[in-house]
Nanobody, 118 residues
């Protein structure tokens, strides 16, 4: 079955930390580029971070220095460690996967709500 399954969302106080995890089926993980997008209320979906097969990472400017993406090729998982969370990080977070020849992900997880409160 082709799927991405996310876990770890929730409610956290500003300044706190949260870790999101994504488990990918074999067929999706072979796509090579794992990533996370988010969509805040009333806003367009945006890229948070991506990680390539050899470990190269890409981060959106608003999250640089606060969020770290990682992958475990043996477990076929991708994690997003979020620290120093801000209210503006509140959004639904989606795990994604794409091949290196595509600009946009071809696979999306179901989405996990992350809510930051003051």
């Amino acid at each position: 079955q082709v799927q991405l399954v996310e876990s770890g969302g929730g409610l956290v106080q500003a300044g706190g930390s949260l870790r999101l995890s994504c488990a990918a089926s074999d067929a999706i993980y072979s796509s090579n580029v794992m990533g996370w997008y988010r969509q805040a209320p009333g806003k367009q979906r945006e890229l948070v971070a991506e990680i390539y097969g050899l470990g190269r990472t890409l981060y959106a400017d608003p999250v640089k220095g606060r969020i770290t993406i990682s992958r475990d090729d043996e477990k076929k998982t991708s994690d997003l460690q979020m620290n120093s969370l801000k209210h503006e990080d509140t959004a639904v977070y989606y795990c994604t996967a794409r091949n290196t020849f595509s600009d946009m992900p071809g696979y999306w997880g179901q989405g996990n709500q992350v809510t930051i409160f003051s």
